[in-house]
């Protein structure tokens, strides 16, 4: 079993910042990916950003160059480091891990953009 705790989300002005974290426990193994992705209101779920255990980042096109993902492995937390925010990131954010064969989910986060 594995559980998924997100915290960070909230509001924020147009060209502000947050820092989403996720933290795992349970049943994790050493090699994973973690990463965020994001659903807007009638709209697909959509990849943010993920990262291997290795540290090598993926990223949706939508946020490169203004968001960064890191990790720490000791902790199995990973974080998400929101720069220059547009209306259009308002999404509700979620926390997901793979390893071996299964994916995990937490509950989201509500990112709110606006002025």
């Known amino acids: 079993q594995v559980q998924l705790v997100e915290s960070g989300g909230g509001l924020v002005q147009p060209g502000g910042s947050l820092r989403l974290s996720c933290a795992a426990s349970?049943?994790?193994?050493?090699?994973?990916?973690m990463g965020w992705y994001r659903q807007a209101p009638g709209k697909q779920r959509e990849l943010v950003a993920i990262i291997t255990s290795g540290g090598s980042p993926n990223y949706g096109d939508s946020v490169k160059g203004r968001f960064a993902i890191s990790r720490d492995n000791a902790k199995n937390t990973v974080y998400l480091q929101m720069n220059s925010l547009k209306p259009e990131d308002t999404a509700v954010y979620y926390c997901n891990l793979a390893q071996l064969t299964r994916v995990h989910w937490g509950q989201g986060t509500q990112v709110t953009v606006s002025s």
């Open positions: 349970g049943r994790i193994f050493s090699i994973n990916d």
